[in-house]
């Protein structure tokens, strides 16, 4: 408890000292991160349910967004006018697109675990982007209304920061701050989860209040 303090007290404070940085992303850019999202919800949903993953039915469509997914995470890499040129941002993209392809790869070669173990992780790296920038679309409204029952609570809060919906992700980690059966179950990956969730909120949406008030709850 005493690191989540001194982490809230950090992010907090380079939030008032930092001054804030800002993106010029391209509007090539933005396209491209939309097609991303919204491969990326259309899939998840699917991965996480090992009968909607295994159902014959679906295998046409996954291998149309497993290799969709790819492809257009080795654009992103390939893009050299990413926000800010930003070193951090090309080096996560670059890893996103390898491993993209080998989720694909996996899923031709029949490895269904590894497959759907690179597509949940993904979002990591989408998190690890868009907390380096502070432009792009934000709780935008969405075509459809993604079926998240196979997802934990911990990996809903990824799917919505992953996605840039960041409303529902602070909903949620506001119900995972105070649930003590996630602390008992797993207190390292709760805490972590907990400190994703106030990075975004402070470096992205500038929102120190509401890390402020996720922080207490926490704490209590």
Same mark, same amino acid.
């Given at each position: 408890?005493?690191?989540?303090?001194?982490?809230?007290?950090?992010?907090?404070?380079?939030?008032?000292?930092?001054?804030?940085?800002?993106?010029?992303?391209?509007?090539?850019?933005?396209?491209?991160?939309?097609?991303?999202?919204?491969?990326?919800?259309?899939?998840?949903?699917?991965?996480?349910?090992?009968?909607?993953?295994?159902?014959?039915?679906?295998?046409?469509?996954?291998?149309?967004?497993?290799?969709?997914?790819?492809?257009?995470?080795?654009?992103?890499?390939?893009?050299?006018?990413?926000?800010?040129?930003?070193?951090?941002?090309?080096?996560?993209?670059?890893?996103?697109?390898?491993?993209? %392809?080998?989720?694909?790869?996996?899923?031709?070669? &029949?490895?269904?675990?590894?497959?759907?173990?690179?597509?949940?992780?993904? &979002?990591?790296?989408?998190?690890?982007?868009?907390?380096?920038?502070?432009?792009?679309?934000?709780?935008?409204?969405?075509?459809?209304?993604?079926?998240?029952?196979?997802?934990? %609570?911990?990996?809903?809060?990824?799917?919505?920061?992953?996605?840039?919906?960041?409303?529902?992700?602070?909903?949620?980690?506001?119900?995972?701050?105070?649930?003590?059966?996630?602390?008992?179950?797993?207190?390292?990956?709760?805490?972590?989860?907990?400190?994703?969730?106030?990075?975004?909120?402070?470096?992205?949406?500038?929102?120190?209040?509401?890390?402020?008030?996720?922080?207490?709850?926490?704490?209590?």
């Amino acid at each position: 408890m005493k690191k989540l303090i001194v982490t809230c007290a950090l992010i907090l404070a380079a939030a008032c000292a930092t001054e804030p940085k800002r993106s010029a992303a391209e509007p090539e850019w933005f396209s491209r991160m939309h097609k991303l999202s919204a491969t990326y919800l259309n899939l998840t949903p699917i991965i996480a349910d090992n009968k909607n993953f295994s159902n014959p039915r679906n295998q046409s469509a996954l291998d149309a967004d497993l290799r969709s997914l790819a492809e257009m995470a080795m654009e992103v890499s390939r893009d050299p006018k990413a926000p800010n040129s930003d070193p951090i941002i090309e080096y996560t993209g670059n890893v996103f697109a390898a491993e993209t %392809r080998q989720a694909y790869a996996a899923f031709k070669a &029949g490895d269904a675990n590894w497959t759907r173990f690179a597509v949940r992780r993904a &979002g990591d790296y989408c998190v690890s982007c868009h907390s380096r920038t502070d432009r792009g679309a934000k709780d935008f409204p969405l075509a459809w209304t993604p079926q998240l029952s196979a997802l934990n %609570r911990v990996d809903k809060i990824d799917f919505w920061l992953a996605n840039r919906q960041y409303a529902k992700a602070i909903a949620e980690a506001q119900r995972l701050a105070v649930d003590e059966a996630a602390v008992n179950q797993d207190s390292l990956l709760w805490l972590k989860t907990i400190e994703k969730v106030m990075t975004v909120l402070v470096r992205v949406s500038g929102d120190d209040q509401v890390a402020e008030r996720l922080t207490k709850l926490a704490l209590a």
